[in-house]
T-cell receptor
């Protein structure tokens, strides 16, 4: 699976959009981009994933660049409960097994 | 729909003992994954079970083992506990279908080895 690079930490004002970047320059054509988050000492929570098209669900939007070498997770209106470590993971989805969690981005939402 | 459940939530053992952790996947999911998250460290893949078989294991010694039952629930056993086994143990499940394979995590079992 391709390696990802994320900033170690970010701050965001409550109510504003949080934009979390991820670089995955070695991504292969059959690898998906997944985002999870982990709120302190809880199990990781799945947020969203995509292959090459932008995706949106009730939690977030995922913007993948045309060359697929980077992506951005957007939380449209950050709340204090969005404070967590966010992980960007690139993996082959078809019968893949384990996820490789890097160090992620620690997002702090500030009141 | 119930999510992935794990028991117990906390477990305290002494060095040399055995620990058994349990996981129930989301209904309809056939794959179960185990991960270890030691304090201050990232999640490390332990084991993957699918349809009752061990499909892959991470870089952990053989004293970490497990099994998957016919109802797809799973146990993780850790023998001869060492202090460094203290960690949050996370279970995830996925549908086992060929496409997409999103893993959904449980709340974890926090194991403390004294």
């Amino acid at each position: 699976d391709a390696k990802t690079t994320q900033p170690p930490s970010m701050d965001c004002a409550e109510g504003r959009a949080a934009n979390l970047p991820c670089n995955h320059s070695t991504i292969s054509g059959n690898e998906y981009v997944y985002w999870y988050r982990q709120i302190h000492s809880q199990g990781p929570q799945y947020i969203i994933h995509g292959l090459k098209n932008n995706e949106t669900n009730e939690m977030a939007s995922l913007i993948i660049t045309e060359d697929r070498k980077s992506s951005t997770l957007i939380l449209p209106h950050a709340t204090l409960r969005d404070t967590a470590v966010y992980y960007c993971i690139v993996r082959v989805a078809a019968r893949a097994n384990n996820l490789f969690f890097g160090t992620g981005t620690r997002l702090t939402v500030i009141p | 729909e119930a999510g992935v459940t794990q028991s117990p939530t906390h477990l305290i053992k002494t060095r040399g003992q055995q620990a058994t952790l349990r996981c129930s996947p989301i209904s309809g999911h056939t794959s179960v994954y185990w991960y270890q998250q030691a304090l201050g460290l990232g999640l490390q893949f332990l084991l993957w079970y699918d349809e009752g078989e061990e499909r892959n294991r991470g870089n952990f010694p053989p004293r970490f083992s497990g099994r998957q039952f016919p109802n797809y629930s799973s146990e993780l056993n850790v023998n001869a506990l060492e202090l460094e086994d203290s960690a949050l143990y996370l279970c995830a499940s996925s549908s086992g279908l060929a496409d997409q394979e999103t893993q959904y995590f449980g709340p974890g079992t926090r194991l403390l080895v004294l």
